[in-house]
C-alpha cells in the first residue's frame, strides 16, 4: 500500500502533484464539514487518518510501506546516532565523533558505547529484573547503531517508531537467553608418567541479547493505527526526566512554563524537518544548525510596550530572554531539580534493590549568570565575554558531580552501571567500565570533582514574575555585574 505522494514531506513537488492539489481540495472540504457537525478535532482526524487502515503491526517495515524514506532519515538522525561531529565546542577536534554513544559523562558516569541495554537482577527472591542503559530511552528497538555511511537494513528494522509516534505507548526490555557451543582448550593429566596434556573441549554457553518490547497491555495495533507527529508526552518519556534524580523533571506542564499553559508542544520551537530536530540541551552537537530555537522565532526582538517599553528593549540586545523571564529554575517545589550528585556514596532503593549515587535536589533556585556566544568551552563552559559583541547574558544551572577516577593518572573511569546499581561496588563498577571501555586501570580509585553549567530555557514564568530593575541594579543585585565587565555594583 504505497502512498509516497501522499506521505512525503519533502518541500519539492512530488510526482502526482496534480493529484496531491485535488486531495488537498477534498481534505479541505471534509474538514469543514466535520466542523460543521461540532466533531473534536481529535476525533475526527483520528477517524480520518489513513493509520486506520493498517491491519497488522509489524514495526517500521509498516510504517516503511508508506513513508519509505523515513527509515533512512530516522538512522541518520542524532536520536539513533548519539553521535556526531562537534559542531559548537571551543577548539573540537574535527572528524572525531561526539556524543552520548561516544563521550563519558560525569552526570551518567559512562557513556552509551559501554553501557547500552541490559536488565539487573536485584539481591532478593522476589525482586524483579529491572531495565538500565541507555538505550532504554534509545529510538532503536535494542541494537546499537551503524555510523552513518554503514547503515544496513538492520538499522532500519531497529528504529521504533512508536516511541516518538504512538500515543499511549509504552515499552519494556526484554532478555533472549540463547546456548551456543563454544570450543576451549582444557589441561588434562595424560596417562603416560603423568604429564598434562592439552585437549579441544566443546561447552554449552548461554548468552544473552536484550532488547525493547511493547509494555505488558500495550495494544501496539491500536497505537500503530493512531500514530501522529510526536506530542509533548512523547517528548518527555525520554527527556521529562533524563540526567537521573529529576534533573530536568518539569520542563513541562501548564504550572510550570506560561507556553504550555498556552497548549504549546515541544516541536513547536524545536522544529522538525526530515526527522531531524533542531536545538537541544547537548551543545556538543546539533543537527539543522541552519534553525536557531530561540525566542525571538515568536516574538519581536523588541517585544516589550508601554512607558518602559524602550528601556527594556534595549536590554535585549546584550541580554537574553530567558535571564529576566526565567527568574528561578525547579519554580515549583513539586518538580525539584538536582544540584549535587555523588557517585562515590552509593544509596540503596528499598523500592527497587538497587543502588544509586547520593543526590541532592532543590527549588526556586537563582540561575548563575554568564555570557554566552553559543559555543562552549569543554562542554560545560558557555564561552563569551562583554566586547564579544555575538555574546549574551544567559542563565545557567550548575550540576556539581563527584565521580571516580583513576587513582594514578585522576582520568575518570567509565563506570559498568549495571554492576554499580546490583552491588553498590564504586570499584567493580569502576574496573569493569574501563576493561569494556578498553581504558588503562590502574585497579586503584579517588574521588574528583567536576562541575556543569547547563542552559536554562524552559519553565518560563509569567510576564508578572519577570525580574525587576532593583533584582539585577540594587546593591546586593542577583548579577554579579563586575565580574560581567560592568565595574563594580
Not at 283 to 308: A, M, Y
Not at 454 to 477: I, T
Request: charged residues 25%.
Amino acid at each position: 500500500m504505497k502512498r509516497a505522494e501522499e506521505a512525503s514531506e519533502t518541500n519539492g513537488a512530488p510526482n502526482g502533484a496534480g493529484n496531491n492539489h485535488v486531495i488537498s481540495h477534498i481534505l479541505l472540504i471534509i474538514l469543514c464539514f466535520l466542523a460543521s457537525t461540532a466533531i473534536p478535532a481529535s476525533e475526527a482526524l483520528t477517524a480520518e487518518s489513513m493509520h486506520g487502515e493498517i491491519a497488522t503491526y509489524d514495526g517500521a517495515r509498516t510504517c516503511a510501506e508508506c513513508h519509505d524514506a523515513a527509515s533512512k532519515e530516522v538512522a541518520e538522525s542524532l536520536h539513533y546516532q548519539m553521535r556526531g561531529e562537534p559542531r559548537f565546542i571551543e577548539g573540537g577536534e574535527k572528524g572525531k565523533d561526539a556524543g552520548f554513544l561516544a563521550d563519558f559523562s560525569p552526570l551518567y558516569h559512562t557513556y552509551a558505547g559501554i553501557d547500552w541495554l541490559e536488565t539487573i537482577k536485584p539481591a532478593g527472591a522476589a525482586r524483579q529484573e529491572q531495565p538500565n542503559g541507555c538505550a532504554v530511552c534509545h529510538s532503536g528497538l535494542g541494537e546499537k547503531p551503524n555510523p552513518i555511511g554503514k547503515l544496513t537494513a538492520d538499522d532500519f528494522e531497529n528504529i521504533d517508531c512508536l516511541i516518538c509516534h504512538g500515543p499511549d505507548y509504552r515499552r519494556v526490555v526484554v532478555k533472549e537467553v540463547k546456548t551456543v557451543k563454544e570450543k576451549i582448550i582444557v589441561k588434562e593429566k595424560g596417562k603416560t608418567k603423568g604429564k598434562w596434556i592439552e585437549k579441544e573441549k566443546v561447552i554449552d554457553k548461554k548468552e544473552f541479547r536484550f532488547r525493547t518490547a511493547p509494555a505488558p497491555g500495550v495494544d501496539v495495533l491500536k497505537v500503530a493505527r493512531q500514530a501522529q507527529k510526536p506530542a509533548t508526552e512523547m517528548c518527555l518519556r525520554c527527556h521529562g526526566t533524563t540526567g537521573g534524580g529529576n534533573f530536568r523533571l518539569g520542563i513541562a506542564g501548564g504550572e510550570n512554563d506560561v507556553h504550555f499553559s498556552m497548549g504549546m508542544t515541544c516541536t513547536e520551537c524545536h522544529t522538525v524537518k526530515k526527522h531531524k530536530i533542531a536545538g537541544g540541551a547537548n551543545l556538543k552537537f546539533q543537527e539543522l544548525t541552519e534553525v536557531t530555537v530561540g525566542c525571538p522565532n515568536c516574538h519581536t526582538e523588541r517585544p516589550h510596550k508601554g512607558d518602559s517599553g524602550s528601556q527594556l528593549n534595549r536590554h535585549c540586545n546584550r541580554i537574553a530572554c530567558q535571564t529576566c523571564h526565567v527568574p528561578a529554575i525547579a519554580r515549583h517545589a513539586n518538580s525539584p531539580t538536582m544540584t549535587d550528585i555523588d557517585w562515590t556514596i552509593p544509596i540503596k532503593n528499598e523500592k527497587s534493590g538497587l543502588f544509586e549515587p547520593a543526590i541532592k535536589q532543590g527549588s526556586r533556585l537563582q540561575p548563575e549568570y554568564r555570557w554566552w556566544n553559543r559555543t562552549m568551552r569543554n562542554e560545560w563552559e558557555p564561552v563569551g565575554s562583554k566586547r564579544d559583541r555575538q555574546a549574551r547574558i544567559y542563565p545557567w544551572q550548575r550540576i556539581n558531580c563527584t565521580i571516580i577516577a583513576d587513582a594514578s593518572t585522576g582520568i575518570p573511569l567509565p563506570l559498568k552501571t549495571g554492576v554499580y546499581a546490583a552491588t553498590g561496588n564504586p570499584g567493580a563498577a569502576a574496573a569493569k567500565g574501563a576493561a569494556e571501555a578498553k581504558q588503562p586501570y590502574s585497579g586503584n580509585w579517588k574521588a574528583i570533582r567536576q562541575s556543569m553549567l547547563v542552559s536554562v530555557n524552559h519553565q518560563v514564568a509569567p510576564k508578572a514574575e519577570a525580574l525587576k530593575c532593583d533584582d539585577c541594579h540594587d546593591a546586593h543585585g542577583r548579577l554579579d555585574l563586575k565580574t560581567l565587565g560592568y565595574g563594580t555594583q
